[in-house]
T-cell receptor, first 114, second 109 residues
Framework: NAGVTQTPKFRVLKTGQSMTLLCAQDMNHEYMYWYRQDPGMGLRLIHY???????AKGEVPDGYNVSRLKKQNFLLGLESAAPSQTSVYFCASSWTSDRAGELFFGEGSRLTVL | GQNIDQPTEMTATEGAIVQINCTYQ??????LFWYQQHAGEAPTFLSYNVLDGLEEKGRFSSFLSRSKGYSYLLLKELQMKDSASYLC??????????WGAGTKLIIKP
């Protein structure tokens, strides 16, 4: 029973490099989210998706892109990494709107940009 | 603007009771959520309140007052494993979660 799986768990990038974080869920959830978590701050929503083929911007979308080609996968891309993107990234999924607040999180991906 | 306030850190003794408060301001309201996050791990869902009153779930209870924009999480019979951060989140009219910065709870023997 995997739940929500994120890869990679750790990554170090140099400024200007690109990378993709992969999130996969096996619960048949409609909604998927990418958050970042920084010390002393609440979780901040980067992008989210309410179904296969759809994406929407969250609170802090600049510098990131996403795709949801399959219902079970949600990819987060950094086109040109910056030190300000050093953070812990969490993917989450949920059922539709009436239960959208009960999120199931992946283990997190710790990204350092030098 | 939308805002969630909760204390940064609290300390309590093993076996005691602790109450973690949360106040919120959101555009519309579709529920108040509490999550637990152990250091280095992902948040996990604890509770959900949408109506005024107390919801009890074992050693944990959560209370909501919509008129006051206020919630608390009550932890009874504290155990060392309860040492964690507790995140308060309110859902706005667009079904988006607004997160507090979390309360780090330290349990002492």
């Amino acid at each position: 029973n995997a739940g929500v799986t994120q890869t990679p768990k750790f990554r170090v990038l140099k400024t200007g490099q690109s990378m993709t974080l992969l999130c996969a869920q096996d619960m048949n959830h409609e909604y998927m989210y990418w958050y970042r978590q920084d010390p002393g701050m609440g979780l901040r929503l980067i992008h989210y998706s309410v179904g296969e083929g759809t994406t929407a911007k969250g609170e802090v979308p600049d510098g990131y892109n996403v795709s949801r080609l399959k219902k079970q996968n949600f990819l987060l891309g950094l086109e040109s990494a910056a030190p300000s993107q050093t953070s812990v990234y969490f993917c989450a999924s949920s059922w539709t709107s009436d239960r959208a607040g009960e999120l199931f999180f992946g283990e997190g991906s710790r990204l350092t940009v030098l | 603007g939308q805002n969630i306030d909760q204390p940064t850190e609290m300390t309590a003794t093993e076996g005691a009771i602790v109450q973690i408060n949360c106040t919120y301001q959101t555009s519309g309201f579709n529920g108040l959520f509490w999550y637990q996050q152990h250091a280095g791990e992902a948040p996990t869902f604890l509770s959900y309140n949408v109506l005024d009153g107390l919801e009890e779930k074992g050693r944990f209870s959560s209370f909501l007052s919509r008129s006051k924009g206020y919630s608390y999480l009550l932890l009874k019979e504290l155990q060392m494993k309860d040492s964690a951060s507790y995140l308060c989140a309110a859902m706005d009219s667009n079904y988006q979660l607004i997160w507090g910065a979390g309360t780090k709870l330290i349990i002492k023997p």
